[in-house]
């Protein structure tokens, strides 16, 4: 691949999806994109940039999602789910009490597994919110992806990855060689395609926001201008989760990070530490 080819290409992906590709990734384009050409009966990288420059649609959806679908699993860190089952699930029981209503958004839900483990937290929690309204929307650039979230159907590895044995007894029916999630699991989640580099006020406004390891992928400024929409749909108490090597410092105003809760973020101005710390203290005790 020439330095031409390689420029296009990766101006390419990161005009489409934010996905900032760098010269020491090109293993990358050869390994996810080698199963696109083989459909595409496309021979080499350099027949792949051809094709893209023609203007080929659908081949430059399945570039993209090649590209941009990353790994996910149930449960997946642990500790952020902890922090939301015991810390800020009390604090929206009390601070929605009038409304008894919640929201969550998951951006970038890849096939998943992330909306539906929280949707098994919610479910287990269900005594608690009784005579409430509680909805997860999961977001992704990928069709693909999306079209495999929806359906809710997983392999015996993938329901292995993270997901404890008393919720897969629980929470999913066996489909033939795949393990479906049921019905009052996905009743909970909502699928929709949505590009983070493009406006999300469709959305609606969200209580917590899981944003977990794609901000990565994306130049400061990017960054920068998703975290800023993002708190543009959060009320001032709403809570922000990143993924444990993510950031809002340098980045924007807009968040603070919650002391002692890695990758937990509240808007600036506010005062929801302070009662996760009085929330923590109650729990430990």
Same mark, same amino acid.
């Given at each position: 691949? %020439?330095?031409? =080819?390689? *420029?296009?290409?990766?101006? &390419?992906?990161?005009?489409?999806?934010?996905?900032?590709? %760098?010269?020491?990734?090109?293993?990358?384009? =050869? @390994?996810?994109?080698?199963? +696109?050409?083989?459909?595409?009966?496309?021979?080499? !990288?350099?027949?792949? +940039?051809?094709?893209?420059? $023609?203007?080929?649609?659908?081949?430059?959806?399945?570039?993209? *999602?090649?590209?941009? %679908?990353? /790994?996910?699993? &149930? &449960?997946?860190?642990?500790?952020?789910? *902890?922090?939301?089952?015991?810390? +800020?699930?009390?604090?929206?029981? =009390?601070?929605?009490?009038?409304? $008894?209503?919640?929201?969550?958004?998951?951006?970038?839900? @890849?096939?998943?597994? /992330?909306?539906?483990?929280?949707?098994? +937290?919610? !479910?287990? =929690?269900?005594?608690?919110?009784?005579?409430? %309204?509680?909805?997860?929307?999961?977001?992704?650039l990928s069709a693909t992806a999306l079209t495999r979230a929806e359906a809710g159907k997983y392999s015996q590895f993938e329901v292995q990855r993270g997901l404890p044995t008393p919720y897969l007894l629980k929470y999913f029916e066996k489909a033939e060689s795949m393990w479906q999630i049921n019905a009052e699991v996905r009743s909970i989640v909502q699928f929709k395609e949505n590009n983070l580099l493009k406006s999300i006020r469709s959305l609606g406004k969200f209580d917590v926001v899981f944003c977990r390891n794609v901000l990565i992928y994306f130049d400061q400024e990017d960054k920068a201008d998703t975290l800023d929409r993002i708190g543009q749909q959060m009320p001032d108490d709403g809570v922000l989760f990143l993924g444990g090597s993510e950031t809002v410092v340098g980045l924007c105003d807009r968040f603070a990070p919650i002391a002692g809760y890695r990758g937990v973020y509240q808007l600036a101005g506010n005062d929801v530490s302070k009662t996760f710390h009085a929330l923590n203290t109650s729990v430990a005790a």
């Open positions: 691949m %020439t330095p031409a =080819e390689f *420029d296009f290409i990766s101006g &390419f992906l990161k005009e489409r999806s934010g996905l900032v590709l %760098t010269k020491d990734k090109l293993y990358l384009l =050869e @390994s996810r994109l080698t199963p +696109v050409m083989r459909r595409w009966q496309i021979e080499s !990288l350099q027949e792949l +940039v051809s094709a893209l420059r $023609k203007g080929q649609t659908e081949l430059a959806h399945e570039v993209t *999602d090649a590209m941009t %679908t990353n /790994e996910t699993f &149930f &449960f997946r860190d642990t500790k952020p789910f *902890d922090t939301f089952r015991q810390l +800020v699930l009390p604090f929206l029981l =009390e601070s929605r009490k009038s409304s $008894k209503s919640i929201r969550i958004w998951c951006a970038a839900a @890849s096939t998943g597994q /992330e909306p539906y483990s929280l949707a098994m +937290v919610l !479910l287990e =929690e269900k005594a608690k919110l009784a005579g409430w %309204t509680y909805e997860i929307i999961g977001t992704d």
